[in-house]
């Protein structure tokens, strides 16, 4: 599977996700259901998955993806000190490990290190190279990031809040307190040479 066909996999699983919502309660608003997307995620993939808070210091791993092939089950691991934003993004990225259908573990220690991720991935050297399958652990990484995108704050929604953010109607603490995941996040893929790059690589799969 390359990588086009694995993004499109996870655009895919939003796009369930949304009729889910809206078939259920009505209009989707901005936060995820976690409850709802894993309910998806499990019919999309096959697999049983199970999300676990566990004790241990988040340092160089955040969150780590374990399945089990033979049973189709899959643990979610995220240290349980984490706060309600950024336990929400390493859930969701290890969320798109397993749509990607690729094992995986979070090398995530900083802000900062997201950031780098968030850069790598939107670059034009990458977007170059996405027809190529998602095989090393630094690129599959960082396509994970994207993937946690389109599931928690998706392009359209990146787009309008932007714009938002711009017209000084919201800063980009409130919009992350509303998407509930980390400011840090909702500033870079905000930023104009991301949303344009961003555009690329959506009209890129979509073609």
């Known amino acids: 599977m390359n990588s086009k066909e694995q993004y499109a996999r996870v655009l895919q699983v939003r796009e369930l996700y949304k009729k889910e919502v809206e078939e259920k309660y009505g209009p989707m ?18 697999y049983d998955v199970e999300v676990l808070g566990v004790s241990w210091s ?15 089950t899959a643990e979610i691991v995220h240290s349980s000190e984490l706060n309600t934003c950024w336990r929400n993004f390493v859930v969701a990225k290890e969320i798109a490990h397993l749509i ?3 094992q ?3 090398c995530v220690s900083s802000a900062g290190d997201a950031i780098k991720m968030i ?17 090393s652990a630094v690129t599959s990484e960082r396509a994970m990031v ?3 995108a389109e599931l928690v704050f998706p392009f359209e929604h990146a787009c ?21 995941i980390p400011k840090v996040y909702i500033e870079r893929l905000t930023q104009d040479d991301v949303i ?3 555009r690329k690589l959506r009209t890129h799969c979509a073609s």
Request: charge should be negative; proline fraction near 5%.
């Open 196 to 198: 344009s790059t961003w």
């Open 119 to 135: 850069e790598g991935l939107l670059s034009e050297s990458m977007l170059n190279s996405l027809p190529e399958p998602i095989d």
């Open 58 to 72: 988040p340092g160089l791993v955040k969150s780590r993806l374990e399945r089990n092939d033979k049973n189709k």
């Open 160 to 180: 309008d809040y932007q714009q938002r953010m711009k017209d000084g109607k919201l800063s980009s603490y409130e919009v992350a307190k509303i998407f509930r």
């Open 104 to 106: 995986g573990e979070s």
């Open 146 to 148: 994207i993937g946690a």
């Open 100 to 102: 990607f259908d690729q």
């Open 29 to 46: 608003g901005p936060e995820v259901s976690k409850e709802l997307l894993l309910d998806v995620v499990q019919n999309f993939t096959g």
